[in-house]
């Protein structure tokens, strides 16, 4: 660790002799009035909004070019993202204030996705890529009272990318680098990537289409740190396609059609230190829908409609039989919110919703069958939230929920959110929302199911500030409390049940933006989580820093450090106790130069500059030090 923080500080001198040409001018890193979307499902100015959200902007998305989503995601302290530094096939799973990937929702331009047909209907983030987004927002704590199931510890709002205002734009990259894990230090490319995108903006209508694939190989899954023979790599192909056509009837009316087909092929392991040559798997996603926006006098109007099905299969060698299992998972959703936003008067607005969602699971595997013809709901969902800014600056949001499903009935979410500007530079916030996590299809009607399932309940208490210093700093800090009880669980395999215990989470997040020069950055966060129980990957602890400089000429560079404390896993199905698991230290460096200006760019990675030996998951392998290098061309 000592040698760590020494080398690191040594890179950061070469940074800061960069930068010292800089003149000190005056530029704001001010964030209180930007404009957030997630908090409300309408454009709001942050100052308004009595939550912080952590915005991920499209400046930032540029300079991460070669990234995954998960990995954009976990340069945040807030989040960890477990199998983010594994092979590229590996699942990725997301921990927010102590809860695991089903209490996170997940949203593509304020759309709920999700797979029900897995056992926790989570959404799979190997489905994405960063190719197609513009900025994302990520909301921590509870927020079923706008979302619904699922919003228990957070919401992610990944919003893709919009037309141009030109008639055609044209965007290809290219990258290519090595995937290697920290034994290996072979300059061999194994990871290749490329996207192209075309859109435009033709008098009423715009367009925007968009393809990526890439092969990532030369790792294995599973860690043969035990083996005395080198395990097989693991190969991980993906396709993404997107498509959105959008037509503005007036100035007040207007509608998107909109498009997914996403598909990746992937090999796995057989576990922790067990190798594989014969399992592999593929997910396939198509998701169509349609968006209307109208303003009137006092208010807008949103609908929203779309059908999202997951396709999943895989084939596992079973060493009981000596033979291979296939299993096929066919999981459907049928999604509608009708909102609306009306503006009682200046200082008031009221937002009212409806929402219908279905939900199916279709399952064909060698330990049972699923019926989507049984294992199926629906949910009817009514939703109201008065929101009063006024002119002193005290902001109060009052919202509530009223969830109808077909199998447990009806369920009643609320949340109190007080804020007050007591200058525009210090803004104090608090909260108490509850949230509910829906049981899956699985859990409801598989073979282990169990129709008398009440929901996950969870109760979030918050408070914190934000505040701003000469337009220069920007520092927030938040204080949150949740319970959360009914948790659905399976006991020896019996039947799934509610657990009548109830676990606690508490932490603090804090964020510290500070514009030292004109062309500098400092970026600080800190993460600290304790859970009463049920651990599972969760750091107590997590630093990120990042330092970024635009001093050179068309020329971005930035040093990403992160660090995640020990972290202690419960080992249900082994030993039957924690495992602890030692903590570590990662720095990335990135850079980017226009060669020719707004045209052609060249990018760099360098990811684990120290080769750090560590892990991230019980039996896996993690990540080296490795390169990437690309092109991005923009007409």
Not at 23 to 41: H, M
Not at 143 to 160: E, F, P, R
Not at 231 to 258: A, I, Q
């Given at each position: 660790?000592?040698?760590?923080?020494?080398?690191?500080?040594?890179?950061?001198?070469?940074?800061?002799?960069?930068?010292?040409?800089?003149?000190?001018?005056?530029?704001?890193?001010?964030?209180?009035?930007?404009?957030?979307?997630?908090?409300?499902?309408f454009?709001?100015?942050?100052?308004?909004v009595?939550?912080?959200?952590?915005?991920?902007?499209?400046?930032?998305?540029?300079?991460?070019?070669?990234?995954?989503?998960?990995?954009?995601?976990?340069?945040?302290?807030?989040?960890?993202?477990?199998?983010?530094?594994?092979?590229?096939?590996?699942?990725?799973?997301?921990?927010?204030?102590?809860?695991?990937?089903?209490?996170?929702?997940?949203?593509?331009?304020?759309?709920?996705?999700?797979?029900?047909?897995?056992?926790?209907?989570?959404?799979?983030?190997?489905?994405?890529?960063l190719?197609?987004?513009?900025?994302?927002?990520?909301?921590?704590?509870?927020?079923?009272?706008?979302?619904?199931?699922?919003?228990?510890?957070?919401?992610?709002?990944?919003?893709l990318?919009?037309?141009?205002?030109?008639?055609?734009?044209?965007?290809?990259?290219t990258?290519?680098?090595?995937?290697?894990?920290?034994?290996?230090?072979?300059?061999?490319?194994?990871?290749?990537?490329?996207?192209?995108?075309?859109?435009?903006?033709?008098?009423?209508?715009?367009?925007?289409?968009?393809?990526?694939?890439?092969?990532?190989?030369?790792?294995?899954?599973?860690?043969?740190?035990?083996?005395?023979?080198?395990?097989?790599?693991?190969k991980?192909?993906?396709?993404?396609?997107?498509?959105?056509?959008?037509?503005?009837?007036?100035?007040n009316?207007?509608v998107?059609?909109?498009?997914?087909?996403?598909?990746?092929?992937?090999d796995?392991?057989?576990?922790?230190?067990?190798?594989?040559?014969?399992?592999?798997?593929?997910?396939?996603?198509?998701?169509?829908?349609?968006?209307?926006?109208?303003?009137?006098?006092?208010?807008?109007?949103?609908t929203?409609?779309?059908?999202?099905?997951?396709?999943?299969?895989?084939?596992?060698?079973?060493?009981?039989?000596?033979?291979?299992?296939?299993?096929?998972?066919?999981?459907?959703?049928?999604?509608?919110?009708?909102?609306?936003?009306?503006?009682?008067?200046?200082?008031?607005?009221?937002?009212?919703?409806?929402?219908?969602?279905k939900?199916?699971?279709?399952?064909?595997?060698?330990?049972?069958n699923?019926?989507?013809?049984?294992?199926?709901?629906?949910i009817?969902?009514?939703?109201?939230?008065?929101?009063?800014?006024?002119?002193?600056?005290?902001?109060?949001?009052?919202?509530?929920?009223?969830?109808?499903?077909?199998?447990?009935?009806?369920?009643?979410?609320?949340?109190?959110?007080?804020?007050?500007?007591?200058?525009?530079?210090?803004?104090?916030?608090?909260?108490?929302?509850?949230a509910?996590?829906?049981p899956?299809?699985?859990?409801?009607?598989?073979?282990?199911?169990?129709?008398?399932?009440?929901?996950?309940?969870?109760?979030?208490?918050?408070?914190?500030?934000?505040f701003?210093?000469?337009?220069?700093?920007?520092?927030?800090?938040?204080?949150?409390?949740?319970?959360?009880?009914?948790?659905?669980?399976?006991?020896?395999?019996?039947?799934?049940?509610?657990?009548?215990?109830?676990?606690?989470?508490?932490?603090?997040?804090?964020?510290?933006?500070?514009?030292?020069?004109?062309?500098?950055?400092?970026?600080?966060?800190?993460?600290?989580?304790y859970?009463?129980?049920?651990?599972?990957?969760?750091?107590?602890?997590?630093?990120?820093?990042?330092?970024?400089?635009?001093?050179?000429?068309?020329?971005?560079?930035?040093?990403?450090?992160?660090?995640?404390?020990?972290?202690?896993?419960?080992?249900?199905?082994?030993?039957?106790?924690?495992?602890?698991?030692?903590?570590?230290?990662l720095?990335?460096?990135?850079?980017?130069h226009?060669?020719?200006?707004?045209?052609?760019?060249?990018?760099?990675?360098?990811?684990?500059?120290?080769?750090?030996?560590?892990?991230?998951?019980?039996?896996?392998?993690?990540?080296?030090?490795?390169?990437?290098?690309?092109?991005?061309?923009?007409?």
């Amino acid at each position: 660790m000592k040698k760590t923080f020494i080398n690191l500080g040594v890179i950061c001198g070469l940074f800061a002799m960069n930068t010292m040409h800089a003149q000190q001018k005056k530029d704001s890193v001010r964030q209180l009035n930007e404009v957030v979307i997630t908090a409300t499902k309408f454009a709001e100015e942050k100052e308004k909004v009595g939550k912080i959200i952590y915005q991920i902007s499209p400046e930032t998305i540029e300079n991460s070019k070669g990234k995954s989503v998960a990995a954009v995601l976990s340069d945040y302290a807030g989040i960890e993202i477990n199998g983010v530094n594994s092979a590229a096939g590996k699942n990725k799973s997301i921990y927010i204030r102590g809860g695991r990937d089903r209490q996170v929702l997940v949203l593509i331009d304020g759309v709920p996705v999700n797979d029900p047909s897995g056992i926790a209907t989570t959404f799979d983030l190997r489905l994405l890529t960063l190719n197609q987004v513009a900025s994302i927002e990520i909301m921590n704590g509870a927020a079923s009272t706008l979302y619904g199931s699922g919003a228990a510890t957070g919401v992610i709002n990944i919003i893709l990318k919009k037309s141009s205002k030109k008639p055609i734009a044209l965007n290809y990259q290219t990258s290519t680098g090595t995937n290697n894990s920290s034994n290996n230090s072979k300059l061999n490319l194994h990871n290749f990537e490329q996207n192209v995108s075309v859109n435009g903006t033709l008098n009423k209508f715009n367009y925007l289409a968009t393809l990526s694939t890439s092969l990532t190989n030369g790792l294995s899954e599973a860690s043969d740190e035990n083996s005395t023979t080198s395990f097989e790599k693991d190969k991980f192909l993906s396709t993404n396609s997107y498509v959105n056509f959008g037509y503005s009837f007036t100035s007040n009316f207007k509608v998107n059609l909109f498009g997914n087909y996403d598909k990746n092929k992937y090999d796995y392991d057989a576990g922790a230190f067990k190798d594989s040559d014969i399992n592999n798997g593929t997910n396939k996603q198509v998701r169509v829908g349609i968006l209307s926006n109208f303003k009137y006098k006092k208010g807008i109007l949103k609908t929203i409609a779309s059908y999202n099905k997951i396709d999943r299969m895989f084939d596992s060698f079973n060493s009981w039989t000596n033979a291979t299992d296939h299993f096929e998972y066919t999981g459907k959703t049928y999604y509608v919110d009708l909102v609306n936003n009306y503006k009682i008067a200046s200082r008031f607005q009221f937002i009212t919703g409806l929402t219908y969602q279905k939900q199916e699971n279709n399952t064909n595997s060698p330990y049972g069958n699923i019926d989507d013809k049984l294992a199926n709901y629906t949910i009817f969902d009514a939703y109201t939230t008065l929101i009063y800014n006024s002119l002193n600056g005290f902001n109060l949001s009052v919202g509530t929920r009223l969830n109808n499903h077909s199998e447990y009935g009806n369920h009643w979410v609320y949340e109190i959110n007080p804020s007050y500007n007591i200058t525009k530079k210090l803004k104090l916030i608090s909260s108490y929302s509850t949230a509910f996590i829906a049981p899956s299809t699985y859990q409801l009607f598989s073979q282990y199911g169990n129709v008398d399932l009440k929901p996950e309940e969870n109760k979030t208490t918050e408070g914190g500030f934000e505040f701003e210093i000469q337009n220069k700093i920007d520092f927030s800090m938040v204080y949150f409390y949740r319970e959360e009880k009914n948790a659905i669980i399976l006991p020896d395999f019996i039947k799934y049940s509610n657990e009548n215990s109830i676990t606690n989470a508490k932490g603090v997040e804090a964020n510290l933006n500070f514009k030292p020069l004109k062309q500098v950055t400092f970026k600080l966060g800190y993460a600290y989580t304790y859970k009463s129980s049920d651990l599972d990957y969760i750091p107590k602890n997590k630093f990120t820093a990042l330092l970024e400089t635009a001093t050179l000429k068309n020329t971005y560079l930035s040093l990403q450090f992160k660090n995640t404390s020990k972290r202690t896993y419960f080992d249900q199905w082994g030993s039957g106790s924690n495992i602890n698991i030692a903590g570590y230290s990662l720095v990335d460096f990135y850079g980017s130069h226009q060669l020719i200006k707004n045209t052609l760019s060249l990018f760099v990675q360098v990811n684990n500059i120290f080769n750090k030996n560590y892990v991230e998951t019980i039996g896996y392998t993690t990540k080296g030090r490795n390169f990437k290098i690309g092109l991005d061309f923009k007409f």
